[in-house]
């Protein structure tokens, strides 16, 4: 089920703020003292956030925006959101026009901080000519060497606003940087180990683009035929997938933990092939939640990959 909250309208934004800035101050030196001297970072997505608390390590405090299982193509901020933009001292966002909030939200929050795109330098794979798609594929995370990417910018930006830490911010960054390393061979070997002929993909939306490019895998098609996953399919275009899934042999579609897997399930049963679905399913546009298979990064990565690759084989 995606979670939506309510856009608040400019008077509200201005009144959170007020109230906000006379309870405890709008200074950067007194929000700084009530984190023990720690940076404030408010971070938008699962993933960006994720990444910021394995560069930053104890020297940030790291608020986030989205929280598991909510979709980040639909999002209103909280006035809760809006107020820790104001106290921040950087804020990370994934960039590649995902956060379609964060423009209005940063401006009505008055933020003067440091504002990080991330996706600043990755390779992006072109959208479809829509206003929506404009920007490109936002889904950039589901490539580690693009994660890599997203992590130097966060260490960059972390570096310049806390010269003193630079140190520590390089050496997370590297040890991080291992770590994205050692998951994309343990991908291509995991891949590689599925017969050619069977590595096609149906997923529930199009949000595996990367994943698909850089583990060359063939993509048939997905249920909702868009980056975001509020577009829908008509009953002709399903009747068309269901018969191209049967056509080319794919032996199974993927939901995602995060949507609802009923047409997933009805294209699953007029095909004739198994639904992977439910909270175990993949992850797309968020992490899970602690104590899931995709709390982390890194989990989300392996859990789908290893999902991937067992339905694949059948």
């Not at 006379?22 to 001297?37: I, L, M, Q, R, V």
């Not at 929280?67 to 999002?75: F, I």
């Not at 830490?165 to 061979?185: E, G, P, V």
């Not at 699953?268 to 298979?293: F, I, M, N, R, W």
Request: net charge negative; aromatic share 6%.
């Amino acid at each position: 089920m995606r979670i939506r909250t309510v856009r608040l309208a400019a008077p509200a934004f201005a009144g959170l703020l007020a109230a906000a800035t006379a309870c405890s101050g709008s200074s950067s030196a007194s929000n700084t003292d009530t984190t023990g001297g720690k940076l404030k970072v408010v971070a938008t997505t699962t993933q960006v956030a994720d990444f910021a608390r394995n560069i930053g390590g104890d020297k940030v405090k790291v608020t986030q925006i989205l929280k598991p299982n909510v979709d980040p193509h639909d999002y209103e901020p909280s006035p809760a959101d809006v107020q820790a933009i104001a106290e921040a001292d950087v804020v990370v966002e994934s960039g590649v026009g995902l956060e379609k909030w964060l423009d209005q939200t940063i401006s009505s929050a008055g933020f003067h901080g440091t504002r990080v795109d991330s996706s600043k330098g990755v390779p992006i794979r072109k959208g479809n000519g829509t206003d929506e798609e404009a920007a490109g594929d936002p889904h950039i995370w589901h490539n580690p060497k693009n994660a890599e990417i997203m992590s130097g910018n966060i260490a960059a930006a972390f570096s310049a606003k806390d010269a003193k830490d630079k140190a520590t911010y390089d050496a997370n960054l590297k040890t991080y940087d291992a770590k994205l390393d050692q998951l994309d061979s343990w991908i291509t070997q995991q891949i590689d180990t599925v017969p050619a002929d069977q590595r096609k993909l149906v997923t529930n939306h199009d949000a595996f683009g990367y994943y698909v490019d850089r583990y060359h895998l063939t993509f048939i098609g997905s249920i909702i035929p868009s980056f975001d996953t509020s577009a829908e399919l008509s009953g002709k275009q399903l009747s068309t997938l269901a018969a191209k899934i049967k056509t080319t042999g794919v032996k199974a579609i993927f939901s995602e933990s995060s949507l609802p897997p009923k047409t997933a399930e009805a294209i699953g049963k007029q095909a004739g092939v198994k639904v992977e679905a439910g909270e175990d399913s993949l992850y797309g546009d968020t992490l899970g939640p602690a104590g899931s298979p995709g709390a982390t990064y890194l989990d989300m990565e392996r859990h789908n990959t290893t999902t991937i690759v067992n339905a694949l084989k059948g």
